[in-house]
């Protein structure tokens, strides 16, 4: 919810950005929770990828947007660094569940994460649209739909299977790795939101847009060589054994 009234009066490229700061919430929460260790290239992107994000919040012109207040705004920078916290939150206490409530390390784990996540979701979501009497505005909103009713349908389906993908990638890198891990990955696409932003929306791309954007990757590829140098550490290169000629010991023996 907090995330549908930040994308509600906030711009595509700044909301994207935005949802980055999650990642630091995340690291924060690891830290506490999953006993996350900290090297200098985690530090080191958990900051680029901070800075990226938070450009954008105090560009003065991103201020100016059309037909939205200026404390509209800020409630949508506010909700939207509400819900980045709480999705970090998620992501930490979901490794603690499979560390120390399910205890096991199976495909059937993910599987029961999953579902146990999207059944309270979906429950909180429905309670939601009733209460605010808000299913009435569905039929509306599906005849204003500009494509029509068949693409209003498919547009929903498509959706939901996409977002169900990417849980199921996110849960499953946090059950093989780590939380912070995933959220990094999770993290890595935003760069590339203002772009298609520019191209779909019509969105503007100003200079702290694009130094945002590269800094974002920057981060991103700082965690992806730490991780790499970790894998190189667990799985060092088999020295060749040099072969020890056994004849001068021979000699000794029979001496």
Partial sequence: ???????????????????????VFNAFFSFFLNAQKFTPYIVNSLVLLT?????LVFHATSMNVAGISKEMYIMGIVCTVGASAGYG???????????????????????????????????ATLVG???SKEKKGLKRE????????????????????AWQAFNIGAIGLIFEVSALFSNVICV?????????AVIFFNDSMDGIKVIATVLAIWGFASYLYQHYLDNSDSNPEIKPVTEISMIPLLKETNC
């Fill in 188 to 196: 890595s696409g935003l760069p590339f939101v203002p772009v298609l």
């Fill in 51 to 55: 800075i990226s994000s938070m450009l």
């Fill in 142 to 161: 599906m005849e204003e739909f500009e494509l029509g009713r068949l693409f209003y349908f498919v547009t929903l389906v498509c959706t939901a299977a």
């Fill in 89 to 123: 939150l998620m992501f930490s206490l979901t490794q603690v569940a499979f560390q120390k409530v399910l205890k096991s390390n199976t495909f059937t784990a993910v599987l029961e994460m999953i579902i146990f996540e999207s059944v309270v979701a979906t429950c």
């Fill in 129 to 131: 649209l009733f209460v």
């Fill in 1 to 23: 919810m907090l995330y549908s009234i930040g994308l509600l009066h906030l711009p595509v490229s700044t909301f994207s950005l935005i949802c980055a700061s999650q990642l």
